[in-house]
């Protein structure tokens, strides 16, 4: 998973006072993150659902914690049969449903906790922690698919989900890690215009493509392949990434040596 998916329990859209499905979808329109060095997939399908899904809820009472548990348990459920149940078409989208269902929801913990105007550093905790175990178990859910079906003839494919599971949690690791050990008031140095292209380039890191690929499930050829290739993707962005915090935080400790 891209770290992509991490969401705000600080929210503050406004006092927390319930209005109507309309109010609260432009409120929420008003108070969203910076879409830059956003993929594509979150930017212009995840954000806008689950600001919908968002708007909704809020009218029914829907918690930002009880969010967070209902996108642990569709992720489950599409992990579990990934994990458990024959690669076959059927199951392949239907994991994938379940997964970016599971996502939108990871994305409206944020925001309701904006519009209820009363996030939690308990929330916040929360959601990051569901993240980090999804971003492991996806990769342990092919790993286990791939030992008890064997989609190819070599046992080297096995190795293909335990080094993606290295670079996603690396890169949540670097994404979640990297803001907290810039001096206190400092945002992120400023960087030219963002491309055009960026969101499009980055869109393997997004989670949202990772669960559509499940849908290859069907065909294990085609599945293993878009696997490989969408872990050096991220092995490559991961590596870029790597080097501009490196970067960062070094002219930040020169900086503060003067």
Known sequence: MSAT????HRGSADTGVRRGYRADLAALGAAQKPAR???AYSRAVNRPAARRVAAATHQVGLTPD???AISATLSAAGLAIVALARPTWTTGV????LLALG??????D???ARLRGRGSLAGEWLDHTVDCVKTCLVHVAVLVSFFRFAPVSNDVVLLLPLAYLVVDVTCFFGIVLVPHLRPAGRPAPATRAESPWRRWLILPNDYGVQCWMFVLLGSPVAFVSCYALMLLANAG????ACRKWWRELRAA??????
């Not at 400790?253 to 003067?258: G, V, Y």
């Open 5 to 8: 998916t991490t969401s705000d």
């Open 37 to 39: 060095g956003t993929p």
């Open 66 to 68: 009880l969010a967070t």
């Open 94 to 97: 239907l994991a994938a449903v």
């Open 103 to 108: 996502y939108v929801m990871d994305s409206v």
């Open 110 to 112: 944020g925001q309701l």
């Open 237 to 240: 962005m991961l590596a870029l």
């Open 253 to 258: 400790d020169a900086a503060a040596a003067r």
